[in-house]
């Protein structure tokens, strides 16, 4: 799978204003159980804080169930925070949206198959954003729908055809296009190819990374797979039951992580570089814990062969490391260098 690579580097856009400001976000969901129906919460998001500039590609990384997807559908609108403030260009969007950050803001969901309307044409589906905000493009709608199936590598001519006569990868293009249609600035792009075979998986990013380059996006990406985040993304938050436990640039990351939960991510990546060596793979004990009663303090300690005493009474904050990154931890990973395959 050849995957290109991103041009832009974390120190270029260091200097730029965020695009995004994510600043302490939560959810919490109210679940009921029990035959008199005792409420509980469930903490999906707890206290996220980040940014996304111009341009930019940061990826959400964890394991299912740590909060990347609903992280997700709180920047896009689509679930609105406990908490928290989501700022978008200087402005409070955290729970009112104006027409033109509904434009600027799109996503693209994870399973083509559902997030495509059978009963509609590939031409209805791509021109709804238009009609919806009321946008009549130069030459028309289907004129522009056209544009875009060529975009992303698509016959202008299938205009009229049901996405049932498409391929999975084939109507990720179609979910891609209509994220376009309104020319975006930001994408959230929700594990766009975990659904897909791994024959297209390169082919979708190296179209994501196109039209990156071309039309100066900026992307948050959740994903699972590590090996695919490491080439797309510049920077990298790492999530476990809802807290970012880690978010460094793709070199601090993946070179020399500082959270342990971070380095037993990434001893779970196989590396063919590696073949006959020790692996080094690190099997963390016991389960993820129930977001409905997090452990107190440290939400890794369960798990962690390092945790201490401190780790039960006392929450670590988001700070800056040996590793340049900024990490979660009281007592975090030191001068850990990990062989990164060519």
Not at 52 to 60: D, N
Not at 284 to 299: A, H, K
Request: proline share 7%.
């Amino acid at each position: 799978m050849i995957i290109t690579q991103p041009s832009a580097s974390p120190l270029e856009q260091a200097s730029v204003a965020p695009l995004l400001t994510v600043s302490g976000l939560t959810k919490h969901f109210t679940v009921r159980s029990g035959l008199l129906g005792t409420a509980a919460k469930v903490r999906a998001v707890d206290g996220v804080s980040f940014d996304v500039r111009p341009g930019e590609t940061v990826g959400l990384v964890g394991e299912s169930g740590c909060g990347k997807t609903t992280t997700g559908r709180m920047l896009v609108g689509l679930l609105d925070p406990t908490a928290g403030k989501i700022t978008y260009q200087g402005q409070d969007v955290t729970h009112r949206r104006s027409k033109k950050v509904r434009q600027d803001v799109q996503i693209i969901f994870q399973d083509p198959y559902s997030s495509l309307n059978p009963r509609h044409t590939v031409g209805k589906i791509i021109s709804m954003p238009l009609l919806v905000n009321g946008v009549n493009p130069p030459g028309g709608v289907k004129k522009r729908v056209q544009e875009l199936l060529e975009l992303v590598g698509l016959n202008p001519e299938h205009y009229n055809r049901f996405p049932h006569e498409f391929s999975g990868g084939q109507r990720q293009r179609i979910g891609i296009a209509r994220a376009l249609a309104l020319r975006p600035k930001l994408i959230i792009a929700d594990e766009p190819v975990s659904a897909l075979d791994v024959s297209i998986q390169a082919q979708v990013i190296n179209l994501l990374r196109d039209l990156q380059r071309e039309m100066g996006l900026a992307f948050v990406f959740i994903a699972h797979d590590l090996s695919i985040v490491r080439h797309f993304c510049q920077r990298i938050g790492v999530m476990y039951l809802g807290k970012l436990v880690e978010i460094g640039s793709r070199e601090q990351i993946y070179g020399q992580p500082a959270h342990p939960y971070t380095k037993a991510l990434l001893s779970a990546v196989p590396d063919a570089s590696r073949i006959g060596q020790s692996a080094g793979r690190i099997r963390l004990e016991g389960d993820v814990p129930t977001p409905l009663n997090p452990p107190s303090g440290c939400r890794f300690r369960t798990r962690c062969w390092k945790a201490q005493d401190v780790c039960a009474v006392q929450e670590p904050p988001l700070t800056l490391k040996n590793n340049g990154a900024f990490a979660a931890c009281h007592f975090p990973e030191e001068g850990v260098l990990i062989p990164q395959a060519a």
